[in-house]
T-cell receptor, first 112, second 115 residues
Framework: DAKTTQPPSMDCAEGRAANLPCNHS???????VYWYRQIHSQGPQYIIH???NNETNEMASLIITEDRKSSTLILPHATLRDTAVYYC?????????????FGTGTRLLVSP | EPEVTQTPSHQVTQMGQEVILRCVPI?????FYWYRQILGQKVEFLVS????????KSEIFDDQFSVERPDGSNFTLKIRSTKLEDSAMYFC?????????????FGAGTRLSVL
């Protein structure tokens, strides 16, 4: 699985958009980008994933660059409850038993 | 929304004792996992389980660990003789099948404290 690089921490004001970047320059053609988050010590929570097209769901949007070497997770209107560690994980979706390899992620602090 | 359920939420045990951590995966899921997270560290993969057998395990998952799906609904992690360094959050996860749309969902975790 390709390696990812994320900033260790970011701040965001409540109500503003939070844009969390992820670099995955060695991503291969069949690898997807997944985003999870972990609020305090709770279990990781799935947010969104994508291959090459931009994706949106009720939680967030995922923007993947055309060369697929980086992506951005967007929380359009961050709330205090979005304070968490956000993990970008790159992996092939259709083979193997698909363990997830977590890095250190980005610690997002949403402030009033 | 279906969820992965883990019990107990907190388990305290003495060093050398056996513990069993329990998980009820989402009902139609076929793939099961255990992860652990030592305080302040990364979430680490322990083991994956499919079709009633271990499909992959990490170096952490040594002979002291075992997993079982005893009755078609529960998925358990047993630590035979706990050590201080086994103190961690243990997360169970499950997934319906293969493919990009089959997401791995996690439980809230069991905090294991070994004294």
């Amino acid at each position: 699985d390709a390696k990812t690089t994320q900033p260790p921490s970011m701040d965001c004001a409540e109500g503003r958009a939070a844009n969390l970047p992820c670099n995955h320059s060695t991503i291969s053609g069949n690898e997807y980008v997944y985003w999870y988050r972990q609020i305090h010590s709770q279990g990781p929570q799935y947010i969104i994933h994508g291959l090459k097209n931009n994706e949106t769901n009720e939680m967030a949007s995922l923007i993947i660059t055309e060369d697929r070497k980086s992506s951005t997770l967007i929380l359009p209107h961050a709330t205090l409850r979005d304070t968490a560690v956000y993990y970008c994980i790159v992996r092939v979706a259709t083979t193997g038993f698909q363990k997830l390899v977590f890095g250190t992620g980005t610690r997002l602090l949403v402030s009033p | 929304e279906p969820e992965v359920t883990q019990t107990p939420s907190h388990q305290v045990t003495q060093m050398g004792q056996e513990v069993i951590l329990r998980c009820v995966p989402i009902s139609n899921h076929l793939y099961f996992y255990w992860y652990r997270q030592i305080l302040g560290q990364k979430v680490e993969f322990l083991v994956s389980f499919y079709n009633n057998e271990i499909s992959e395990k990490s170096e952490i998952f040594d002979d002291q660990f075992s997993v079982e799906r005893p009755d078609g609904s529960n998925f358990t992690l047993k630590i035979r003789s706990t050590k201080l360094e086994d103190s961690a959050m243990y997360f169970c996860a499950s997934r319906a099948g293969t493919g990009a749309k089959n997401i791995q969902y996690f439980g809230a975790g069991t905090r294991l404290s070994v004294l």
